[in-house]
């Protein structure tokens, strides 16, 4: 079966304005409209940097309990967890999975793993 969607763990969690903490979400994967409608967004075509925030506050569907996930939710994680969420984008989005591919140091033969979840989770 087709995976569209693919959970993840933040590495140091939101803390939202009542001061819980959501570690956990699901992410999409993206269509070519999630790439292409946030460009003609004033505050990217001020400062493209801000695509990433719009692009992950299109697809990032759920953390927590939050009950929406919007652009300022994602200019609230701390840098690591947007890092985090900016690589499982790309990685998700690259291959269809979540698994990294690797290679054993000693015999040199490939293969996938799923990555632990950082934090205490």
Known sequence: ?????????LPLGYVDSEGDLHHKGVMRLSTAAD???PLKDPRVQSNSAYLAVILLSRVVTRLGNLQQINPKVIEGLY???FTYLQDFYNRINGNGTSALKVV?????????V???PQGEY
């Open 114 to 116: 799923e990555p632990e």
């Open 1 to 9: 079966m087709f995976q569209t969607e693919f959970e993840f763990t």
């Open 104 to 112: 054993c140091p000693h015999c040199q033969k490939g293969f996938e």
């Open 79 to 81: 840098s690591a967890d």
């Open 35 to 37: 790439e292409i409608l």
